[in-house]
């Protein structure tokens, strides 16, 4: 009687296996085994012969994993929580320690180093190998960043019951490495403003995921909250308040701690638009600065937009652009490029003198604008990123290694690929996480979002990055992000209006296309209840009653 009820026990804790763990991103090559493994009490991460002095930024995450396999203590998401599988458990083998090694022999730069480098020149990938009968696994990488992803994956292969980390899935054997280089999460931080404490588990929760790539949009038309070297003036009188700004050591801060998390900080000041705070401080280089109504002379409220066709509002900008740029350490600067709005030129009477005085049209003075600026950029290292209407709407001469984020609609892709420029993926019909949140502005009774409906995590994933391409256009595109425009939006709800879901372009980047959703939800489920160990307040998907039960809240179920 006592083998059958055993034998019973045994075939619940196999039917109710985790088919993938909490793996997020599913890594490229995955093999799994049924064997029981439990973690030792002393279990240890060391350093094999080859890899005797590594990086201290990669000693530093090391012990990272270790603690995040100590607390994250997160139980199988199956309806008796993993408590079937205790005797199976409590057999098991033991994996005494995780050993790193170089799979060539070379010098390893530092995990920083390695975050900020352009993005073709990046290595990620990395093999790890949990064999079934316990003593030690090896993670093999030949970078930091592949160390840190495998590290990071390691930490996601555990359940916890009973204060026994484990796994059912042994041997583990995985070969990894991303689809795409860039992949990202915008967050603007002008709109609304976020402490320096948000923006960092933020980096937290994107790292945990493999995302590489902060896309700050730090100021725009509403508030200035970065005090530039030489242009403090700006914020002094830009910011909401002198609470809410990010000093020379914030930003050094913030870069330095996403860096040490393989994420590379790409800031972005907005120009020619967008620039209407720069009024309070600078009306000279500012044309219909809060002109009403609103409306016709920008996409938000308050209009206003640097004066391009002045040589000494082009001078100022660059170097305000130059001083910024030399705060961060990334190769890439984005300098924005969307929503020109030109009845606001028209209809600015020093604009429209300068231009008559050049014998140029608008269209003229903005490619001089842009170029100046890029030039100036290219001087202190920095390849430049635009907006989409940079190569669409405007003939403005870029350089090849211009980054384009493509936003205003998926559909632009093609056009963009066609004038040769690298591509990131950022469209407003799959990747805006504030779609479908209602009208913003007031005195708008039945008003909704312009980019309505709410774009699920579903939606996203389900995207296809080289839809249209050609096999020589694909090459162009460098990956994609999710962004959060904060007209409504702040530290109340940045975790939960931005998690799980910015984690399902994590994968689509990573991974590559073409997913199941009904086979990632119950990974995706598992990576909620992570996040939510690690103090990100991500929300739940589905009831918790479907969570446990993959597949039988499926509309076809």
């Known amino acids: 009687m006592a083998k059958l009820f055993s034998f019973v026990l045994s075939a619940l804790w196999l039917a109710q296996l985790p088919s993938s763990f909490a793996l997020w991103p599913q890594p490229q090559q995955l093999t ?35 603690e995040h396999l100590h607390k994250d203590r997160l139980q199988a998401l199956v309806p008796d929580r993993g408590a079937s599988s205790a005797g199976a458990i409590s ?17 390893l730069k530092s995990i920083a180093e390695e975050a900020v480098a352009p993005l073709e020149s990046r290595v990620e990938g990395y093999t790890l190998t949990v064999p079934g009968e316990g003593g030690q696994a090896t993670l093999q990488a030949n970078s930091s960043l592949g160390f840190l992803r495998g590290l990071t994956t390691f930490e996601q292969l555990w ?9 059912l899935q042994a041997p583990i054997n995985i070969v990894d490495k991303p689809a795409y280089p860039y992949r990202g999460f915008m967050l603007d931080t002008a709109r609304n403003y976020f402490p320096v404490s948000d923006i960092k588990r ?6 945990l995921v493999k995302l590489n790539t902060f896309h700050w949009h730090v100021v725009d038309s ?7 070297p030489g242009f403090e003036e700006i914020s002094q009188k830009g910011a909401y308040s002198s609470a809410q700004i990010y000093s ?52 938000e409220p308050p209009a206003g937009q640097l004066r391009l066709a002045s040589s000494n509002t082009t001078k100022f900008t660059a170097s305000l652009l130059t001083s910024a740029a030399k705060m961060f350490q990334s190769t890439y600067f984005s300098t924005g490029g969307d929503e020109i709005n030109k009845k606001c030129y028209d209809e600015d009477g020093p604009t429209r003198t300068e231009l008559s005085q050049q014998g140029k049209t608008f269209e003229q003075a903005l490619d001089t604008f842009v170029q100046e600026n890029h030039k100036a950029l290219k001087g202190v290292g920095k390849t430049p990123v635009v907006w989409e209407e940079m190569v669409l709407d405007h003939p403005v001469t870029l350089s090849n290694d211009t980054l384009v984020m493509v936003w205003v609609s998926s559909d632009h892709v093609g ?15 799959y990747f805006y996480l504030d779609c479908g949140a209602g009208g913003w502005v007031g ?14 995590w579903q939606k996203s994933y389900s995207f296809n990055p080289t839809a249209g391409l050609t096999p020589e256009q694909s090459k162009l595109v460098m990956g994609g992000q999710h962004l959060l425009w904060t007209e409504q939006s702040g530290p109340s709800n940045l975790d939960s209006i931005t998690w799980p879901r910015a984690a399902s372009s994590a994968e689509l980047f990573w991974t590559g296309p073409g997913g199941d959703v009904s086979k990632a939800l119950p990974r995706l489920h598992d990576l909620q209840f992570r996040l939510v160990q690690r103090g990100v307040n991500a929300i739940p998907l589905q009831p918790m009653w479907c969570a446990l039960r993959p597949g039988v809240c499926d509309l076809t179920a």
């Not at 057999?91 to 010098?107: D, E």
């Not at 933020?202 to 790292?207: K, N, P, Y």
Request: include cysteine.
């Open 32 to 66: 799994t085994g049924k064997t029981p493994l439990r973690l030792a009490n002393d279990f240890k991460i060391m350093f094999s012969d080859n890899l005797k002095d590594p990086p201290q930024d990669l000693k530093e995450a090391a012990g990272r994993a270790k």
């Open 91 to 107: 057999g098991a083998k033991h994996l005494s320690s995780l050993s790193l090694a170089l799979g060539y022999q070379t010098k």
């Open 159 to 167: 359940y916890e019951l009973q204060n026994t980390t484990y796994t």
């Open 202 to 207: 933020v980096l937290d929760a994107m790292s």
């Open 222 to 228: 509403q508030s200035f909250p970065l005090i530039v």
């Open 248 to 299: 020379p050591d914030d930003v050094k801060h913030i870069v330095n701690y996403a860096a040490q998390r393989g994420i590379d900080v790409i800031p972005e000041i907005d120009t020619p638009g967008h620039t209407s705070i720069i009024s309070k401080s600078h009306p000279e280089h500012i044309a219909c600065p809060e002109a009403t109504p609103w409306a016709q002379f920008a996409n």
């Open 415 to 429: 056009s963009v690929a066609k004038k040769n420029h690298k591509i990131v993926h950022a469209a407003s019909d």
């Open 443 to 456: 005195n708008n009774v039945n008003g909704n979002s312009w980019c309505d409906p709410f774009k699920t």
